[in-house]
């Protein structure tokens, strides 16, 4: 059997501050780059979703040889 090896791939929640927190990240890890990211559409959005019209959704980035997601959304609400 081959050596496959699965990673975890960490996903951040950040709430509405994904774009802060993209920017907090590069500035305070100096090994900390920005691989892709993902935008909610501009139309159509539902309308629970509608403030984040056109706004980042999701953003990899590559933490030395670390793999994080930072999903922008709103509230977590469990219940």
């Not at 990899?60 to 959304?73: C, K, M, S, T, W």
Request: glycine share 8%.
């Amino acid at each position: 059997m081959g050596s496959h090896a699965e990673k975890i791939i960490p996903h951040v929640w950040c709430q509405g501050a994904a774009e802060e927190a993209v920017a907090f990240y590069r500035n305070a890890l100096p090994d900390c780059t920005l691989a892709g990211s993902s935008r909610y559409p501009s139309e159509g959005v539902p309308d629970f979703q509608q403030t984040f019209a056109g706004e980042l959704l999701t953003a990899d980035l590559r933490i030395g040889d670390y793999h994080v997601v930072l999903i922008n959304a709103g509230n977590a609400c469990w219940r």
